[in-house]
T-cell receptor, first 108, second 115 residues
């Protein structure tokens, strides 16, 4: 069993919809939780970063961490076609472990 | 200016060949990495390297070797290529090592196809 499990997708949503992405993990030692966004034929780029349980907002993006349930989520509000990408969750233990990624397509 | 650049972008080669992928970062970072992304988008670290320490993921075959001529470069050499080596290889860098909250900057990837 992988340490980090991510909903595989793909997801296709209409423009303006809320996108919900989820990861679960088994390693209680994970301390830092991140979401990376990867556009087609590009390298991943850090989108959100959080340390503690709770919510963190950045514009249309909200990262949520529930350490007791070993569950993290990323929400994208008012999704735009430019949000179409693969989203990877990542966690540090201290080494970085990535989820397999969820590909999201936002239809105009 | 590209922060982390790697070449070539595409590499198609025959089984058994030896090939190299080059990586350069102009961010002044101390640590560089090589990641492998398979066809299912699963991203896995291969090496992390700074001027003091090379950390090798134990699952990486010894046909793969990183070579760093200086702090700004970390090249990946692959000997005796196998079909299973086909993947996208990403170079990355960070100010420190990923043992804290350092942000990784990735290159655009090299798609390796072994025939």
């Amino acid at each position: 069993q992988k340490e980090v499990e991510q909903d595989p997708g793909p997801l296709s949503v209409p423009e303006g919809a809320i996108v919900s992405l989820n990861c679960t993990y088994s390693n209680s030692a994970f301390q830092y939780f991140m979401w990376y966004r990867q556009y087609s034929r590009k390298g991943p780029e850090l989108l959100m970063y959080t340390y503690s349980s709770g919510n963190k907002e950045d514009g249309r993006f909200t990262a949520q961490v529930d350490k007791s349930s070993k569950y993290i989520s990323l929400f994208i509000r008012d999704s735009q076609p430019s949000d179409s990408a693969t989203y990877l969750c990542a966690m540090k233990d201290p080494e970085l472990s990535f989820g397999a990624g969820t590909t999201v397509t936002v239809r105009a | 200016d590209t922060a982390v650049s790697q070449t070539p972008k595409y590499l198609v080669t025959q089984m058994g060949n030896d090939k190299s992928i080059k990586c350069e970062q102009n961010l002044g970072h101390d640590t560089m990495y090589w990641y492998k992304q398979d066809s299912k988008k699963f991203l896995k670290i291969m090496f992390s390297y700074n001027n003091k320490e090379l950390i090798i993921n134990e699952t990486v075959p010894n046909r793969f070797s990183p070579k760093s001529p200086d702090k700004a470069h970390l090249n990946l050499h692959i000997n005796s290529l196998e079909l299973g080596d086909s993947a996208v290889y990403f170079c990355a860098s960070s100010q420190g090592q990923t043992r804290g909250n350092e942000k990784l900057f990735f290159g655009s990837g090299t798609q390796l196809s072994v025939l």
